[in-house]
DNA sequence: CTTGGTGCAAAATCTTTGCATAATC
DNA sequence: GATTATGCAAAGATTTTGCACCAAG
């Protein structure tokens, strides 16, 4: 009677745990919101609205989804935990996996873009203290790192094009 | 012959590095430019576009500037490293002072909003290994961490009505 | 007189919302 | 049959941009 207990503790799947959230407020898990919350975790990749919308609104079996409605259920998806914004980037909120998924920050380059994720446990105690001493009751956190990789930093031949700058 | 490297070392005022800055471009340190540097200055209050321009658009003596040009101008000092985004609140942006102010992050309240800041060199200090370790060249970072304030966190009397979630 | 700058209004983005229709309990 | 959900298009909100006129070197 040991449910694994480790960083990550999975016992149902996203689509359950959504069906949960959605019962704690009387709504129900539609076809729309099944086809969603399945295409959110088919890859662990980061993604934004756009990306979403542009593999499910333009499907074209009786899989598409609207973009309003993946809007509202990215919102829900939210609120349930099963993912979480880690990002912003060219205006977009861009999220990734928080459900099944252990915590972790990440460092962005500047110059491409790339996200790279890395763990470090003395950080999230290093805050649950500082949490503590000033009274706050810490539920999460956000940490972004910003840089050149290690791609963009090598200036030799392999001198990247793409600056997209600020 | 020693400059002061502490943590904030201001030899020059923010409209001086904002003027350098534009310098470096072929550009010029306007009036408008000069007053929008003043204003951002003033107070070290956390601020977002709306608000600036609240501030400086509607005034009646020859010190307006006009909405574009803010936007502009606010583009221009946080490339130049004088204001830096810190957060997103209610779809803005939100900047604070990141020339010759200590390098620190902030506890952001879900339930009220504010922000509590605090340093912590060791989570610096921890960010340098971790960077250097994935070859990465940190420039800064951004931390938020989120929950209730001590504030919101105090059920007695006060219960929070909303109880979102899990 | 050539380049840079401002202000206005229009445009561009991403996101939300009103409403009619459809599905579900 | 009442409530919840979807999709569409329109609306909202913030930020950007084209353009004419002004300013500075």
Redesign the interface.
């Known amino acids: 009677m040991q449910a694994a207990l480790a960083n990550v503790s999975v016992s149902v799947s996203p689509s359950e745990k959504y069906r949960e ?1 959605l019962a ?1 407020k009387g709504l129900r898990l539609t076809r729309e919101r099944s086809i969603i919350v399945e295409e959110v975790f088919a890859y662990h990749e980061h993604f934004d609205a756009e990306q979403l919308i542009s593999r499910l609104a333009q499907k074209t079996d009786g899989r598409r989804v609207s973009r309003s409605t993946i809007y509202r259920s990215l919102s829900q998806l939210e ?3 099963l993912i979480r914004k880690v990002a ?1 980037q060219e205006d977009r909120d861009v999220y990734e996996h928080d459900y099944g998924y252990p915590q972790h920050d990440h ?1 962005i ?2 110059k491409c873009g790339s996200l ?1 994720e ?1 763990q ?1 446990s ?2 999230s105690k ?2 649950e203290e ?2 503590s001493k ?17 791609a963009c ?1 090598r200036p030799p031949e392999s001198r990247p094009q793409k600056l997209n700058l ?1």
């Open positions: 959230y704690t609120e349930a935990s912003r460092l380059c500047r790279t890395f470090a003395i950080i290093a805050l500082i949490a000033h009274g706050f009751r810490m539920d999460g956190h956000r940490l972004e790192v910003t840089g050149l990789c290690d930093c600020l």
